[in-house]
Nanobody, 125 residues
Framework: QVHLVESGGGLVQAGGSLRLSCAASGRTFNDYTVGWFRQAPGKEREFVAAISWSGGSTYYADSVKGRFTISRDNAKNTGDLQMHSLKPEDTAVYYC??????????????????WGQGTQVTVSS
């Protein structure tokens, strides 16, 4: 069992930056792939980014590629999502998730085992 807690959300103007953090407790953090998803009102939860258990591989949705950076620190049991050049369409609740270390379907929400409670990101125009 892994317990995930996100932090770092807030209100920012378009073009600004935010850094989200995901703190994990429970089982060894480096046993898991870490993913970030987001869900805007009235929309389905969508993939944002994922990072392999070792941190050696990263994956991004096309909509955030070049603007967002995912990272992790297994020694500290944390995962971060650095977001730059934020746009109003990035407004959503952002969720951290943990899944199997060898998962091939990193963009699929139901493939992840554990989820945080989410943190709100609001980008004003």
């Amino acid at each position: 069992q892994v317990h995930l807690v996100e932090s770092g959300g807030g209100l920012v103007q378009a073009g600004g930056s935010l850094r989200l953090s995901c703190a994990a407790s429970g089982r060894t953090f480096n046993d898991y792939t870490v993913g970030w998803f987001r869900q805007a009102p009235g929309k389905e939860r969508e993939f944002v980014a994922a990072i392999s258990w070792s941190g050696g591989s990263t994956y991004y949705a096309d909509s955030v590629k070049g603007r967002f950076t995912i990272s992790r620190d297994n020694a500290k049991n944390t995962g971060d999502l650095q977001m730059h050049s934020l746009k109003p369409e990035d407004t959503a609740v952002y969720y951290c998730a943990a899944g199997p270390p060898d998962m091939w379907n990193k963009t699929i929400a139901r493939a992840y085992w554990y989820w945080g409670q989410g943190t709100q990101v609001t980008v004003s125009s």
